[in-house]
């Protein structure tokens, strides 16, 4: 029947199983799902966080596997394929690899001139509510890889995309520093828990 045809905690006890072989693991699978708040949030935890509740290195691995196979997946979506005619499944990828970190991430997409998505690399990795960015690095490497356009992306880790003021500021920046190289800006994406916010959509880009 299909992915489909499974609740959340199903899809976790068939994991589960195969790290803890010939045990009822439904038990374990739901009080990870209630603990935790879903499948996807269990899969993404912290490992430290997993080992806290599960008393199993294998568990974990397979968990962590599980997590970097998903991403992969929705990354081979994207990767080298026009992006702004795969809108949604660029903000799925985005919404997978960071929307469940515990701190802010800054991300760059860089494109060619067709709006293909030829590299995605993390730039930067902050606190809480706090990463700090540096336009002149950023367009370095957009003219190392000799892209035409970026995409800004980062997380907000407490769940609200609204964009912050230094937000705003730190995009006008960039902007700003990719005019003379003809690197343009084509949105800036804000990461929530459970929704995504476009510069773009919000006229501010």
Known sequence: MGAGALADYELLELILFRAIPQRDVKPLAKQLIAHFG?????????????REKI??????????????????????????????????ALLEYCQ????????????????????????NEQQQQGSV????????????????LSASSIILVHNHPGGDPTP???????????????????????????????KTVSFRQLGLI
């Open 55 to 88: 008393d199993s290195e294998a568990v974990v691995r397979e968990l962590k596997i599980v997590q970097a196979a998903a991403l992969h997946l929705i990354q081979g979506a994207v990767l080298n394929r026009p992006v702004l005619s795969g809108w949604s």
């Open 96 to 119: 997978a690899a960071m929307a469940y970190e515990k701190n802010e991430q800054f991300r760059i997409l860089f494109l060619d001139s067709q709006n293909a998505l030829i590299a």
């Open 164 to 194: 912050s003021r230094a937000d705003i500021e730190m995009t006008k920046q960039i902007i700003e520093a990719g005019k003379p190289l003809k690197v343009a800006v084509h949105d800036h994406l804000v990461i929530g828990r459970k």
């Open 129 to 144: 509510n706090h990463t700090p960015v540096y336009p002149r690095e950023v367009m370095k490497r957009a003219m190392n």
């Open 38 to 50: 879903s499948f996807a949030d269990v899969i993404s935890a912290e490992p430290a966080l997993l």
